[in-house]
C-alpha cells in the first residue's frame, strides 16, 4: 500500500472514547480531520453530541464540530487510518467487531498500554491474530506509546511520543498523521520495545505509589524507578526489542511521568495500597482504568513464560493478588541478596 502525503487522508476513527482516545480525537481534529469516535455506549455518546464535552473522562473540553461520535463499529468505512484507544481488557473483543468494516489497506495504530491476560500478547499481536483471518484486508500496524497524560494533551501542553511500525513508510505516515507544534513525535521500528514499555511501566508506577504511601522519600522512589527500568529491560530484550527504546520515550521517559505524576492512575491505586486500602475497595472507587492492575497478572506469566527475573513485578503481583501487605513485599525486596548493578 502506497501512503499518502499528510493531509490527503480525512476521516480518522478513534476507537474509544475514555480520556486518552477523546485527547488524541482532539489532536487529529484540531489538525483539519474528520474524527469518528467511537464508544460502545449509546447513551455516553448521546451525551457526546449533546454537551459536546466528554464530561465523564475529560470534563472541562470542548470536541470541536468535526469530532463525530457514534457507537456503530460502520463509522470506520471510509477511514484509511484508525486509532485504538481501547483498554487492552477489552481491546480484542471491540477490535473483532470493527474487523468487518474496515477499508482494505487501512492503517491502524494502537494508542492502548497493556497485554492480554489470556494470550499474553500486546496489542499489535492481538490486532495480527485477528487480522489474520481477513488476510484480504492486507492493513498496516503500528504503536504509540511515550509519556502523555491525556488532561496535558488536551490542554495543548508540549507533549512529546513516539509511534513504531514493521516498516519505516507506515511509520513516518502515523509521525505526519498526529504531529503538531505541541505534540511532537518521532518515528521508529521497535513495536515490541515500545509496547512492552508502554504496558510494564504501569507496574513499576503501582510500586512507586506504595512506596511514597508508605512514606518512604524520594530515595526510594528513584531507586523503583530505576531497578524496575532494569526488570523492564532485561524482558524487552529477551523478548527481541531493541535495548535503547527502554531509553527513550516509551521507557524511561513514561515510566518516569508514570511513577512520578499526580494524573497517574496506576500510581494513584499504588498511593492507596500504601496507606492501607484493599485493592478492591480502590478499583472500586475509581471510574477509569488502571491498566497497570490487569497487566501484573499476564506481565508475570509472561516473564516466567521467558524465564526472566523480574522482582519488583512479583511483589506487585502478591500485593494485588494474594493479599500481601505492602510493607512485607518491601521488606522482602531489600531483603534479596546482593547483586552486581549491571550484571
Same mark, same amino acid.
Given at each position: 500500500?502506497?501512503?499518502?502525503?499528510?493531509?490527503?487522508?480525512?476521516?480518522?476513527?478513534?476507537?474509544? =472514547?475514555g480520556?486518552?482516545?477523546?485527547?488524541?480525537?482532539? /489532536?487529529?481534529?484540531?489538525?483539519? %480531520?474528520?474524527?469518528?469516535?467511537?464508544?460502545?455506549?449509546?447513551?455516553?455518546?448521546?451525551?457526546?453530541?449533546r454537551?459536546?464535552?466528554?464530561?465523564?473522562? @475529560?470534563?472541562?473540553?470542548?470536541?470541536?464540530?468535526?469530532?463525530?461520535?457514534?457507537?456503530?463499529?460502520?463509522l470506520?468505512?471510509?477511514?484509511?487510518?484508525? &486509532?485504538?484507544? +481501547?483498554?487492552?481488557?477489552?481491546?480484542?473483543?471491540?477490535?473483532?467487531?470493527?474487523?468487518?468494516?474496515?477499508?482494505?489497506?487501512?492503517? $491502524?495504530?494502537?494508542?492502548?498500554?497493556? $497485554?492480554?491476560? !489470556?494470550?499474553?500478547?500486546?496489542?499489535?499481536?492481538?490486532?495480527?491474530?485477528?487480522?489474520?483471518?481477513?488476510?484480504?484486508?492486507?492493513?498496516? #500496524?503500528?504503536? @504509540?506509546?511515550?509519556?502523555?497524560?491525556?488532561?496535558? +494533551?488536551?490542554?495543548?501542553?508540549?507533549?512529546? +511520543?513516539?509511534?513504531?511500525?514493521?516498516?519505516?513508510?507506515?511509520?513516518?505516515?502515523?509521525?505526519?498523521?498526529?504531529?503538531?507544534?505541541r505534540?511532537?513525535? %518521532?518515528?521508529?521500528?521497535?513495536l515490541?520495545?515500545?509496547?512492552?514499555?508502554?504496558?510494564?511501566?504501569?507496574?513499576?508506577?503501582?510500586?512507586?505509589?506504595?512506596? !511514597?504511601?508508605?512514606?518512604?522519600g524520594?530515595?526510594?522512589?528513584?531507586?523503583?524507578?530505576?531497578?524496575? #527500568?532494569?526488570?523492564?529491560?532485561? @524482558?524487552? /530484550?529477551?523478548?527481541?526489542a531493541?535495548?535503547?527504546?527502554?531509553?527513550?520515550?516509551?521507557? #524511561?521517559?513514561?515510566?518516569?511521568?508514570?511513577?512520578?505524576?499526580d494524573?497517574?492512575?496506576?500510581?494513584?491505586?499504588?498511593?492507596?495500597?500504601?496507606?492501607?486500602?484493599? $485493592?478492591?475497595?480502590?478499583l472500586?472507587?475509581?471510574?477509569?482504568?488502571?491498566?497497570? &492492575?490487569?497487566?501484573?497478572?499476564?506481565?508475570?506469566?509472561?516473564?516466567?513464560?521467558?524465564? /526472566?527475573?523480574?522482582?519488583?513485578?512479583?511483589?506487585? %503481583?502478591? +500485593?494485588? %493478588?494474594?493479599?500481601?501487605?505492602?510493607?512485607? =513485599?518491601?521488606? !522482602?525486596?531489600?531483603?534479596?541478596?546482593?547483586?552486581?548493578?549491571?550484571?
Amino acid at each position: 500500500m502506497v501512503m499518502s502525503r499528510e493531509g490527503d487522508w480525512s476521516r480518522v476513527a478513534v476507537i474509544g =472514547a475514555g480520556s486518552w482516545g477523546t485527547a488524541l480525537a482532539g /489532536v487529529l481534529a484540531r489538525k483539519g %480531520y474528520r474524527v469518528p469516535l467511537w464508544s460502545q455506549t449509546p447513551v455516553r455518546v448521546e451525551e457526546l453530541i449533546r454537551e459536546r464535552e466528554n464530561r465523564a473522562y @475529560l470534563p472541562g473540553f470542548h470536541l470541536g464540530e468535526n469530532i463525530e461520535p457514534g457507537s456503530d463499529p460502520t463509522l470506520v468505512r471510509g477511514c484509511e487510518a484508525v &486509532v485504538m484507544a +481501547v483498554p487492552s481488557h477489552g481491546f480484542r473483543a471491540v477490535f473483532k467487531r470493527i474487523i468487518p468494516h474496515l477499508e482494505p489497506g487501512s492503517a $491502524i495504530i494502537s494508542a492502548a498500554k497493556g $497485554i492480554e491476560n !489470556d494470550s499474553l500478547l500486546t496489542m499489535t499481536g492481538v490486532m495480527a491474530e485477528e487480522l489474520a483471518q481477513w488476510p484480504k484486508l492486507n492493513c498496516r #500496524l503500528g504503536v @504509540l506509546a511515550g509519556p502523555s497524560f491525556a488532561r496535558e +494533551v488536551a490542554e495543548g501542553l508540549p507533549t512529546a +511520543v513516539t509511534v513504531a511500525a514493521a516498516d519505516q513508510e507506515t511509520a513516518r505516515f502515523f509521525q505526519q498523521l498526529f504531529f503538531t507544534q505541541r505534540f511532537r513525535v %518521532y518515528a521508529g521500528a521497535d513495536l515490541i520495545g515500545q509496547e512492552l514499555g508502554g504496558a510494564l511501566k504501569n507496574i513499576i508506577a503501582i510500586a512507586a505509589g506504595i512506596s !511514597d504511601g508508605l512514606g518512604y522519600g524520594t530515595n526510594s522512589r528513584a531507586a523503583l524507578i530505576t531497578r524496575g #527500568l532494569a526488570e523492564i529491560t532485561r @524482558l524487552g /530484550v529477551k523478548m527481541g526489542a531493541q535495548p535503547l527504546t527502554f531509553s527513550g520515550l516509551a521507557g #524511561l521517559g513514561d515510566l518516569v511521568l508514570t511513577c512520578t505524576g499526580d494524573l497517574s492512575r496506576n500510581r494513584t491505586v499504588g498511593l492507596k495500597l500504601g496507606r492501607g486500602m484493599k $485493592i478492591g475497595e480502590i478499583l472500586g472507587e475509581m471510574r477509569m482504568v488502571a491498566e497497570g &492492575v490487569k497487566t501484573t497478572r499476564s506481565a508475570r506469566a509472561l516473564a516466567r513464560r521467558m524465564g /526472566v527475573e523480574m522482582p519488583i513485578l512479583e511483589e506487585v %503481583y502478591l +500485593v494485588l %493478588y494474594e493479599d500481601k501487605s505492602c510493607r512485607e =513485599a518491601v521488606r !522482602d525486596l531489600l531483603a534479596r541478596e546482593g547483586k552486581e548493578e549491571l550484571g
